[in-house]
């Protein structure tokens, strides 16, 4: 599949099978990561892969899981994702211009993981100050957000929008992502 359509077809993923990912393919991801642009080239950023499943269990309790939906869009019991990476900023490094940094790495986590079949969720409602407890992060790291991972349970399906852009379930509970039209983004 080439690059444009990969990213045409990745969605959000909030519903995972159990099925655990090998720790070199969360490695990879990091790696394609690393490889983004970095304002000023400070490469700032640094990962905390969580996999095993207590800790997994634990950070989940401290995200939230689709706001607009809510509950709808929390996974169930045995839907859980099977792995986390942490985004820290290393403030010894730079407090300033990582916004951008965060935004490219996670991009390419998401397309990498998707190329191997892993579906992810970016998380940024999340309970800082319990996380940093929880993985033990030194205090000169920001944790900017945490990405969930796992093979996908479910196939949320992307469409034009009709005049609102909330997402919503079906009476199926297929999740549906309303997308701007390309004619309403180019001004």
Not at 39 to 62: A, R, S, W
Not at 78 to 94: K, M, Q
Not at 108 to 120: D, M, R, V
Not at 160 to 179: A, C, F, Q, R, W
């Amino acid at each position: 599949m080439d690059i444009y359509e990969l990213i045409k077809k990745r969605r959000t993923i909030r519903k995972f099978k159990q099925i655990p990912i090998k720790r070199a393919m969360l490695e990879k991801f990091i790696d394609a990561a690393h490889y983004a642009p970095s304002g000023n080239n400070l490469q700032p950023l640094k990962y905390k892969i969580v996999d095993d499943h207590e800790t997994v269990e634990k950070v989940f309790e401290y995200v939230k899981w689709a706001g607009s939906i809510y509950p709808a869009g929390n996974p169930g019991e045995n839907e859980h994702p099977v792995a986390f990476i942490a985004i820290l900023v290393d403030t010894r490094i730079t407090t300033v211009i990582y916004e951008l940094d965060v935004g490219s790495a996670s991009e390419n986590i998401f397309l990498t993981a998707l190329e191997e079949g892993i579906g992810t969720c970016w998380m940024g409602a999340i309970d800082r100050k319990k996380i940093i407890e929880i993985l033990e992060i030194p205090e000169y790291f920001l944790l900017n957000t945490v990405i969930a991972l796992g093979y996908p349970a479910e196939a949320p399906i992307m469409e034009p929008s009709t005049g609102s852009v909330k997402y919503y379930k079906d009476e199926n509970g297929v999740l549906h992502v309303p997308k701007r039209s390309l004619s309403e983004i180019i001004i």
